[in-house]
């Protein structure tokens, strides 16, 4: 008996034919051809179709980095503010929408107040692990505005909270080295000299994964060596991981101030070099933990830190780093933030000479902290929907 196709039969064919999901690479299985494209600039893939673009934010591909901004609006001073993170994708060259910070606790922040005309109340953030990790602010009635800290995973799109600190704090040192985050000195409410000479450590106690490990499960804090005075509790100071050892300063911009440097593997205080104190004159990062990089932030230039002679030496001028606020290092590139929070200069420093070019914030926000982390993977939707640019 012939074989006999009804209307309705035509029309399904029809219907997953059209649906079918074409291959990455005719002619290839999707995952040998992952591998191939792997090989490929991000950019280049972006470019070509969107079957492609979708590749490079799915998990199965390896993720490229991007600039991750914790900013606060700008146009209304007199409201309590929130926070906003977003994220600047290199490749789409996009400002890019992040889930917004949890609501439960709702986080009740300060940033502008008639008292500080001339600054803003910090936000303090640190990134590990492939995370950031919101560490401290300041709530209206000048408390501290986080009893734990809240932490962004870019792989899942997700926030969650890591485990409370033995006392809630602002103003405090907060660095990371390693897969651990440390967090020191601070007041609370009131100022409390053990807390303001308090030096904790949050680092995983089980099997780490980068992708799926859980803050509030799977890490804790850990009490380390005290410092010797409160005198890190009078800014929100940042401490800088360099070759194993967290350096920090206790005062911002160009004045005379003390740094210390913390040996995290041997968990000792020691004076911070000569060279390296006196040429730290603005925010720091370093790349990888091994090149440690300074703006010198009324001269506008970068510098980097050489350790065998303890100086500092030029990497470039450049008229727009001068005030500048803060900065991150990764994959061959410094990111700064100037001009009051709305310009964002981005230096390559792999190259010679060093290119620079300047990432302009989205209109009405003022960045707080900067970070760079991988990319966000695709939203549920599987599309780039999810990554729908601001």
Known sequence: MANTVTPAGKKMKLHHRRHRKPPLLPGLPDHIAETCLARVRPEVLYSVCKLWRNLIYSPNFSPFLSIYVLFVSNRDADRSDSLVLKSFDPVSEKWRSVPALPEDPP???????????????????????????????????????????????????????????????????????????????????????????????????????????????????????????????????????????????????????????????????????????????????????????????????????????DHWEEVIEFEKLQGAEHMAAEGGRVCVVCNGGIDIVVVDVVVHPPRVFVVETPEGLQAMSIHVLPRMSLDHSNSLQGLDSV
């Open 107 to 309: 986080l009740r922040l300060l940033v502008r107040h008639p008292f500080f005309i001339s600054r803003n109340l910090p936000v303090q953030s640190v990134s590990v692990s492939g995370r950031l990790v919101v560490v401290a602010a300041t709530t209206e009635n000048f408390a501290p505005a986080l009893l734990s800290p809240v932490v962004f995973n870019p792989l899942t799109r997700s926030w969650s909270s890591a485990p409370p600190l033995s006392a809630a704090r602002r103003w405090c040192v907060t660095g990371a080295c390693g897969n651990s985050v440390y967090v020191a000195s601070g007041v609370g409410s009131q100022y409390n000299t053990e807390v303001a000479r308090s030096v904790e450590k949050l680092s995983h106690f089980e099997h780490f994964d980068s992708i799926c490990d859980n803050f509030e499960k799977n890490w804790k804090w850990r009490k380390l060596g005290l410092l010797k005075d409160g005198k890190f509790s009078r800014e929100a100071i940042e401490a800088v991981c360099y070759r194993g050892k967290l350096c920090m300063v206790n005062v911002k911009g160009d004045y005379r101030k003390e740094g210390l440097v913390y040996d995290v593997e041997n968990d000792t205080w020691q004076e911070m070099p000569e060279g390296m104190l006196a040429g730290w004159r603005g925010p720091a990062a370093s790349m990888k933990e091994e090149c440690l990089f300074v703006v010198d932030e009324s001269k506008g230039a970068l510098m980097k830190y050489n350790s065998d002679d």
